[in-house]
């Protein structure tokens, strides 16, 4: 009897989703239809937040069948899919298109256009926060706030954003450059002349987080074999530094830092409650049939989770107090830029947008350590993906990394031998807007570490297209600006009609060639034009959306006069509009930085040791050695274009691309192109 109620509560239940899904998508057709934009019908919704569990099973099955019944749904489905269709899915619907679904239309955007209407449209396109609550276990902040909240978040963590605090960038940027490459030299089977490095990301990521722990929190981290300088630590930040955890701490500052930037989904998948409870390891054993030995199952990697939250929660309370007591001792601006300082200050006394009379209730404790966890985690992830990659790509185009360094030369000749003595902003203005500002964009246009943006509309929404078409995109409708597939949008880049690498693609958008954004460039001729940005419309910011002092929109950013200026929403790597990244200034100083000091002393080439040893490499000829690198080069793209992956940004999660780093003229493939 049991079973038979049970047998029928399931059919029933299966019934109601069936039929509620039928009604759902009915009403979603006839939504897309209306909108005017071309559309197709897919089953699931790519960001439902049940289908990113349900892909790792449905998706392999979806992907098996005959194509006339998946295409071009399936193509669509796969969370990552900007990053593996690149363009193609807009060659053939348009620059933006819809997707039907039973919960809802998803509108897709590469578009520079809509999208720049869409980003400043803040109040009609707003952030869905709720896919963000994986970053707001330290508590809620900039990225995981809306409305009001958001406006004060933003406004008081816009404080520590000057050109103050990028010259302490610029300059701890430059010694953990140096440092880096000192601890490159020192591992094993390395020397200062030649060092093979199998992954560049952990050490990017490492050189990442030293640069915001101390130039953001005033906490200085060291590279294994790096010596303390004396006085460089103030009293109270020595457990910070430590390599060994001290008083109650099981884990280092650092230690944590990497266990929780590494294994935060875990945060997302389980509670706070349920993590706890695996500190007991014996529910996370079973006994071994065969020998008896206890084994862990795959959740025990639960109770590092954990012990990494515990003890950065710890850290961030005892850096808090610290900041604390320099305020009041009139302290806190000895180090320029602190990312503490204007967030404890506001949770006392600032006074709230929306009523000048009374102090913020926006900005508690909880605010300030959520904003510093993500200020940690945006700000060293991101720029160590930019690091990772285009040290990759300069290997890859031998020939552009020759150009950089003939550059580098011209431009640092005039400025001190030593790189801690560039001066800022000088040396930064005139290295970002030159061939190595070229390079960065080009890597940022290629691999853009958050590949989709996602905005949901609030209300029914008019947008005109590129063409002038008005279109009406019904309310809630959920849209990602797809970065991989804008940036590769042929409307918006100088591009020519062959590629250097595939003659069989329409055009040279997926291949590294940094000549696209040098102005008038006598080695790069585009085939095609793109419309002047300074025919495009540009939306005025709302009042009430704050942007840095130094710069006004994302183009002045990461363009110049000496640059190609792509029309705005063509180039995203920190979003578009009020809600871009506060820390792209941050970012980009840090970039110039890291490979200026890197590329003015070593040349980067691809590992090519699985096809030739070498000692017999050395005894080749340029024929031999253009086809073993050919060999090496055709992998890494594969890598590159196939095998990223990552749940927040994109990275190497498979094979990865060794490199082999040696001193400017000890290069094995100088002479290649």
Same mark, same amino acid.
């Given at each position: 009897?049991?079973? *038979?109620?049970?047998?029928?509560?399931?059919?029933?239940?299966?019934?109601?989703?069936?039929?509620?899904?039928?009604?759902?998508?009915?009403?979603?057709?006839?939504?897309?239809?209306?909108?005017?934009?071309? /559309?197709?019908?897919?089953?699931?919704?790519?960001?439902?937040?049940?289908?990113? #569990?349900?892909?790792?099973?449905?998706?392999?099955?979806?992907?098996?069948?005959?194509?006339?019944?998946?295409?071009?749904?399936?193509?669509?489905?796969?969370?990552?899919?900007?990053?593996?269709?690149?363009?193609?899915?807009?060659? %053939?619907?348009?620059?933006?298109?819809?997707?039907? +679904?039973?919960?809802?239309?998803?509108?897709?955007?590469?578009?520079?256009?809509?999208?720049?209407?869409?980003?400043? =449209?803040?109040?009609?396109?707003?952030?869905?926060? &709720?896919?963000?609550?994986?970053?707001?276990?330290?508590?809620?902040?900039?990225?995981?706030?809306?409305?009001?909240?958001?406006?004060?978040?933003?406004?008081?963590?816009?404080?520590?954003?000057? &050109?103050?605090?990028?010259?302490?960038?610029?300059?701890?940027?430059?010694?953990?450059?140096?440092?880096?490459?000192?601890?490159?030299?020192?591992?094993?089977?390395?020397?200062?002349?030649?060092?093979?490095?199998?992954?560049?990301?952990?050490?990017?990521?490492?050189?990442?987080?030293?640069?915001?722990?101390?130039?953001?929190?005033?906490? %200085?981290?060291? /590279?294994? @074999?790096?010596?303390?300088?004396?006085?460089?630590?103030?009293?109270?930040?020595? %457990?910070?530094?430590?390599?060994?955890?001290?008083?109650?701490? +099981?884990? +280092?500052?650092?230690?944590?830092?990497?266990?929780?930037?590494?294994?935060?989904?875990?945060?997302?998948?389980?509670?706070?409650?349920?993590?706890?409870?695996?500190?007991?390891?014996?529910?996370?054993?079973? $006994?071994?049939?065969?020998?008896?030995?206890?084994?862990?199952?795959?959740?025990?990697?639960?109770?590092?989770?954990? &012990?990494?939250?515990?003890?950065?929660?710890?850290?961030?309370?005892?850096?808090?107090? !610290?900041?604390?007591?320099?305020?009041?001792?009139?302290?806190?601006?000895?180090?320029?830029?602190?990312?503490?300082?204007? *967030?404890?200050?506001?949770?006392?006394?600032?006074?709230?947008?929306?009523? #000048?009379?009374?102090?913020?209730?926006?900005?508690?404790?909880?605010?300030?350590?959520?904003?510093?966890?993500?200020?940690?985690?945006?700000?060293?992830?991101?720029?160590?993906?930019?690091?990772?990659?285009?040290?990759?790509?300069?290997?890859?185009?031998?020939?552009?990394?020759? =150009?950089?360094?003939?550059?580098?030369?011209?431009?640092?000749?005039?400025?001190?031998?030593?790189?801690?003595?560039?001066?800022?902003? $000088?040396?930064?203005?005139?290295?970002?807007?030159?061939?190595?500002?070229?390079?960065?964009?080009?890597?940022?246009?290629?691999?853009?570490?958050?590949?989709?943006?996602?905005?949901?509309?609030?209300?029914?929404?008019? !947008?005109?297209?590129?063409?002038?078409?008005?279109?009406?995109?019904?309310?809630?409708?959920?849209?990602?600006?797809?970065?991989?597939?804008?940036?590769?949008?042929?409307?918006?880049?100088?591009?020519?009609?062959?590629?250097? =690498?595939?003659?069989?693609?329409?055009?040279?958008?997926?291949?590294?060639?940094?000549?696209?954004?040098? *102005?008038?460039?006598?080695?790069?001729?585009?085939?095609?034009? +793109?419309?002047?940005?300074?025919?495009?419309?540009?939306?005025?910011?709302?009042?009430?959306?704050?942007?840095?002092?130094?710069?006004?929109?994302?183009?002045? *950013?990461?363009?110049?006069?000496?640059?190609?200026?792509?029309?705005?929403?063509?180039?995203? #790597?920190?979003?578009?509009?009020?809600?871009?990244?506060?820390?792209?200034?941050?970012?980009?100083? &840090?970039?110039?930085?890291?490979?200026?000091?890197?590329?003015?002393?070593?040349?980067?080439?691809?590992?090519?040791?699985?096809?030739? $040893?070498?000692?017999?490499?050395?005894?080749?000829?340029?024929?031999?050695?253009?086809?073993?690198? @050919?060999?090496? =080069?055709?992998?890494?793209?594969?890598?590159?274009?196939?095998?990223?992956?990552?749940?927040?940004?994109?990275?190497?999660?498979?094979?990865?691309?060794?490199?082999?780093?040696?001193?400017?003229?000890?290069?094995?493939?100088?002479?290649?192109?």
């Amino acid at each position: 009897m049991f079973g *038979l109620l049970c047998a029928t509560a399931f059919a029933a239940s299966l019934a109601w989703f069936m039929v509620s899904a039928a009604i759902g998508l009915r009403k979603n057709v006839k939504a897309a239809k209306e909108s005017g934009l071309q /559309w197709f019908v897919a089953p699931h919704f790519v960001s439902d937040m049940t289908w990113l #569990p349900l892909s790792f099973v449905l998706l392999p099955i979806y992907r098996s069948l005959p194509s006339a019944w998946k295409d071009p749904w399936v193509r669509v489905l796969d969370p990552l899919w900007s990053y593996r269709e690149s363009f193609s899915l807009f060659a %053939k619907y348009g620059d933006t298109f819809l997707v039907a +679904t039973p919960s809802g239309c998803y509108m897709a955007n590469a578009s520079p256009t809509v999208i720049h209407q869409v980003a400043t =449209r803040r109040t009609e396109w707003v952030k869905p926060i &709720e896919h963000y609550s994986v970053v707001e276990h330290f508590g809620p902040n900039v990225v995981t706030t809306e409305g009001s909240t958001w406006r004060d978040h933003r406004r008081v963590s816009n404080a520590s954003f000057n &050109e103050r605090s990028n010259a302490v960038v610029w300059k701890e940027s430059i010694h953990q450059a140096t440092q880096m490459a000192k601890a490159w030299g020192r591992r094993p089977g390395n020397s200062k002349e030649l060092m093979w490095i199998g992954d560049v990301y952990p050490d990017a990521a490492t050189t990442s987080l030293h640069i915001i722990s101390r130039s953001g929190f005033g906490v %200085k981290l060291l /590279w294994p @074999g790096e010596e303390q300088v004396d006085g460089e630590l103030e009293d109270g930040y020595e %457990k910070f530094s430590s390599h060994q955890a001290m008083g109650k701490h +099981t884990m +280092t500052f650092e230690e944590s830092l990497h266990t929780m930037l590494r294994d935060f989904v875990w945060m997302g998948v389980f509670s706070l409650s349920t993590l706890s409870a695996s500190l007991n390891e014996a529910a996370f054993e079973f $006994s071994n049939a065969n020998n008896g030995e206890p084994e862990k199952l795959p959740f025990r990697r639960t109770k590092v989770v954990w &012990e990494g939250y515990t003890n950065l929660n710890t850290y961030l309370h005892e850096l808090l107090d !610290l900041k604390k007591a320099a305020i009041a001792a009139g302290l806190a601006e000895k180090d320029a830029l602190d990312l503490m300082v204007p *967030l404890i200050t506001a949770s006392e006394s600032f006074p709230s947008a929306h009523n #000048p009379s009374k102090a913020s209730t926006a900005i508690g404790t909880p605010q300030i350590l959520g904003n510093a966890f993500i200020f940690l985690f945006a700000g060293h992830e991101t720029t160590a993906n930019s690091i990772t990659f285009l040290l990759i790509f300069l290997a890859l185009n031998l020939p552009a990394q020759r =150009r950089l360094q003939k550059t580098l030369d011209n431009l640092l000749s005039s400025l001190p031998s030593n790189p801690s003595d560039w001066p800022y902003p $000088s040396a930064f203005n005139k290295l970002g807007n030159s061939y190595l500002g070229a390079c960065i964009n080009e890597q940022l246009r290629l691999i853009t570490s958050v590949v989709m943006v996602p905005k949901r509309s609030v209300s029914p929404q008019t !947008l005109v297209l590129d063409n002038g078409k008005v279109v009406k995109v019904p309310a809630n409708t959920f849209q990602h600006f797809c970065a991989q597939s804008v940036h590769r949008n042929p409307n918006a880049w100088p591009h020519t009609k062959t590629s250097i =690498r595939k003659p069989e693609k329409a055009n040279d958008l997926d291949d590294f060639i940094p000549e696209r954004w040098i *102005l008038q460039d006598e080695t790069y001729h585009p085939s095609t034009s +793109t419309s002047s940005p300074s025919n495009s419309t540009k939306a005025t910011p709302n009042n009430d959306d704050p942007l840095p002092e130094h710069a006004t929109t994302i183009e002045e *950013l990461e363009s110049s006069s000496s640059l190609f200026r792509p029309a705005p929403g063509a180039f995203i #790597p920190f979003s578009d509009g009020p809600r871009a990244c506060l820390g792209r200034r941050f970012a980009m100083v &840090e970039l110039v930085a890291v490979i200026a000091t890197l590329m003015r002393e070593y040349s980067v080439e691809l590992d090519t040791r699985e096809w030739v $040893s070498e000692q017999d490499l050395r005894g080749m000829g340029k024929e031999e050695k253009k086809r073993v690198y @050919g060999l090496a =080069r055709e992998r890494a793209w594969e890598v590159l274009e196939k095998e990223l992956g990552g749940l927040v940004t994109l990275q190497c999660i498979g094979r990865k691309v060794g490199l082999r780093v040696c001193r400017r003229g000890g290069e094995m493939f100088g002479d290649l192109d």
